[in-house]
């Protein structure tokens, strides 16, 4: 079974500054990552997802995130933060032997002015 | 194209109570699966379903029923409410692999009294 650890469960930065969420996973199996994020009173969105390849992958939205697969990690990161990005972002993995997403607890981020 | 769409969007429910939420999805995609979102706790799967016909437990199934007659609706049920199923309710939709990134819906808010 996998599971996803959200290491800070809000993080507060200021506007133009950068940002790291932090996200580690644990899993016997090779795994497919995943960043989402939810705007309040909506879904969740994809942002990024890591499958194979390149560990440094780019999504929407300006956002970038690592796979470090020694230290089973997955960050997400924005050089540069607008008010716009305040959200939950949630880190997921689902392995590759099944099809259920394991979600972490999420990040709470606010971009302060 | 809609993607996926949820009804209600809000709910209210008296202890022992039967009620259904609704899914549909016209992306005709083969997974689809239910969550729930409760503070400090991320999303949990309920259940899930590969395919029409084809339905399997996650995390968290007991209360919950569901079924997948077409490819386009995956309905959940709860059986006779419960307070601890006072929640807001994901429905999410994906192709069939499993580096695909899932289609969230607006959820449905349910409070059970």
């Known amino acids: 079974a996998q599971s996803v650890t959200q290491l800070d469960s809000q993080v507060p930065v200021f506007e133009e500054a950068p940002v790291e969420l932090r996200c580690n996973y644990s899993?016997?199996?090779?795994?497919?990552l995943f960043w989402y994020v939810q705007y309040p009173n909506q879904g969740l969105q994809l942002l990024l997802k890591?499958?194979?390849?390149?560990?440094l992958v780019k999504g929407i939205n300006g956002f970038e995130a690592e796979f470090n697969k020694s230290q089973t990690s997955f960050h997400l990161r924005k050089p540069s933060v607008h008010i716009s990005d305040t959200a939950e972002y949630f880190c997921?993995?689902?392995?590759?032997?099944?099809?259920?997403?394991?979600f972490g607890t999420g990040t709470s981020l606010t971009v302060i002015p | 194209n809609a993607g996926v769409t949820q009804t209600p969007k809000f709910q209210v429910l008296k202890t022992g109570q039967s009620m259904t939420l609704q899914c549909a999805q016209d992306?005709?995609?083969?997974?689809m699966s239910w969550y729930r979102q409760d503070p400090g706790m991320g999303l949990r799967l309920i259940h899930y379903?590969?395919?029409?016909?084809?339905?399997d437990q996650g995390e968290v199934p007991n209360g919950y029923n569901v079924s997948r007659s077409t490819t386009e609706d995956f309905p959940l049920r709860l059986l006779s409410a419960a307070p601890s199923q006072t929640s807001v309710y994901f429905c999410?939709?994906?192709?069939?692999?499993?580096?695909?990134?899932?289609?969230f819906g607006p959820g449905t808010r349910l409070t059970v009294t």
């Open positions: 999410a939709s994906s192709q069939f692999y499993r580096g695909g990134g899932q289609y």
């Open positions: 899993s016997s199996v090779s795994v497919y």
């Open positions: 890591y499958l194979s390849g390149s560990t």
């Open positions: 997921a993995v689902s392995g590759n032997t099944g099809n259920q997403f394991y």
């Open positions: 992306m005709n995609h083969e997974y």
């Open positions: 379903s590969v395919g029409a016909g084809i339905t």
